[in-house]
T-cell receptor, first 113, second 113 residues
Framework: TQLLEQSPQFLSIQEGENLTVYCNSSSVFSSLQWYRQEPGEGPVLLVTVVTGGEVKKLKRLTFQFGDARKDSSLHITAAQPGDTGLYLCAGAPSKAAGNKLTFGGGTRVLVKP | NAGVTQTPKFRILKIGQSMTLQCTQDMNHNYMYWYRQDPGMGLKLIYYSVGAGITDKGEVPNGYNVSRSTTEDFPLRLELAAPSQTSVYFC????????????FGSGTRLTVV
């Protein structure tokens, strides 16, 4: 079983501060996805990173895939209360695996106004 | 565009009862999945399907069954409910092989007492 470990588990910051969430594994993934989940809802896809070293930006969110495709990070600049939620990373082990994703345990982010 | 629809939203079952969680998608996605999410944890794969008539076990299949008679529907059956099956269940779909993201339903919160 390929595991994804997220850190920290919980993050509480003030509006306007920056934060970084990490997603690490000892296994190589063909791609890595980030989702945000709000209470009572299913996760919503934010981004997919595919190439080692790839950096993608989505407004104030910056996603990076490690060179070895074993880790990823999510950085939020000038966080806002609307960024509050559970952030999940998910890795696709291989293209031949039914597109099954392995999910990390999640990082709960609270942005206080 | 409805996406992935799950019913019911909430359910309380007594130990030993059975029920079916319904999931339907209108995006013509070939791949569908059932995950469970326990408090403070990530998502664990129960079953998945790569097309009508094809299903396979995920990480935690014991106590569950699925069927996939059409592209749109992927019901999850719980037989002889146990307290360990208390969880939030999410159905998801994706386009197919490759690095496609998942579209999730809004979940079913199940309590077994």
């Amino acid at each position: 079983t390929q595991l994804l470990e997220q850190s920290p588990q919980f993050l509480s910051i003030q509006e306007g501060e920056n934060l970084t969430v990490y997603c690490n594994s000892s296994s190589v993934f063909s791609s890595l996805q980030w989702y945000r989940q709000e209470p009572g809802e299913g996760p919503v896809l934010l981004v997919t990173v595919v190439t080692g070293g790839e950096v993608k930006k989505l407004k104030r969110l910056t996603f990076q895939f490690g060179d070895a495709r074993k880790d990823s990070s999510l950085h939020i600049t000038a966080a806002q209360p609307g960024d509050t939620g559970l952030y999940l990373c998910a890795g696709a082990p291989s293209k031949a695996a039914g597109n099954k994703l392995t999910f990390g345990g999640g990082t709960r982010v609270l942005v206080k106004p | 565009n409805a996406g992935v629809t799950q019913t019911p939203k909430f359910r309380i079952l007594k130990i030993g009862q059975s029920m079916t969680l319904q999931c339907t998608q209108d995006m013509n996605h070939n791949y569908m999945y059932w995950y469970r999410q326990d408090p403070g944890m990530g998502l664990k794969l129960i079953y998945y399907s790569v097309g009508a008539g094809i299903t396979d076990k995920g990480e935690v299949p014991n106590g569950y069954n699925v069927s996939r008679s059409t592209t749109e529907d992927f019901p999850l059956r719980l037989e002889l409910a146990a307290p360990s099956q208390t969880s939030v269940y999410f159905c998801a779909s994706s386009y197919g092989r490759g690095n496609y993201g998942y579209t999730f339903g809004s979940g079913t919160r199940l309590t077994v007492v």
